[in-house]
């Protein structure tokens, strides 16, 4: 079982940065797979980010190429979303989740074992 929260969201400027931190429960945190998704007021949660368990293959979703970055700290069980030149269109709840094992749609929801709570990310005008 990995328990998973999510910390850093808030309310920011067009053209603004944040970063988000999901800290994990668990002692075989490096075994898993991380990835960020993102669900705006009436659409389906959307793909963000995915990083592997060791750091060193990511994945992201057009939308957000070139201006977020996943990373991960497995000494410190956390994975962390840098979020740069903000867009209105990025005003989402943001999910981070943990999978166990390698799929191909990693894309998809339900390639992921476990979920935190979500937190809220704002951009305004």
């Known amino acids: 079982q990995v328990q998973l929260v999510e910390s850093g969201g808030g309310l920011v400027q067009v053209g603004g940065s944040l970063r988000l931190s999901c800290a994990a429960s668990?002692?075989?945190?490096?075994?898993?797979?991380m990835g960020w998704f993102r669900q705006a007021p009436g659409k389906e949660r959307a793909f963000v980010a995915r990083?592997?368990?060791?750091?060193?293959?990511?994945y992201y979703g057009d939308s957000v190429k070139g201006r977020f970055t996943i990373s991960r700290d497995n000494a410190k069980n956390t994975v962390y979303l840098q979020m740069n030149s903000l867009k209105l269109e990025d005003t989402a709840v943001y999910y981070c989740?943990?999978?166990?094992?390698?799929?191909?749609?990693?894309?998809?929801?339900?390639?992921?074992?476990?979920w935190g709570q979500g937190t809220q990310v704002t951009v305004s005008s």
């Open positions: 990083i592997s368990g060791g750091g060193a293959t990511t």
């Open positions: 668990g002692r075989t945190f490096s075994s898993y797979a």
């Open positions: 989740a943990a999978a166990q094992y390698y799929k191909r749609n990693y894309y998809e929801r339900s390639a992921y074992d476990y």
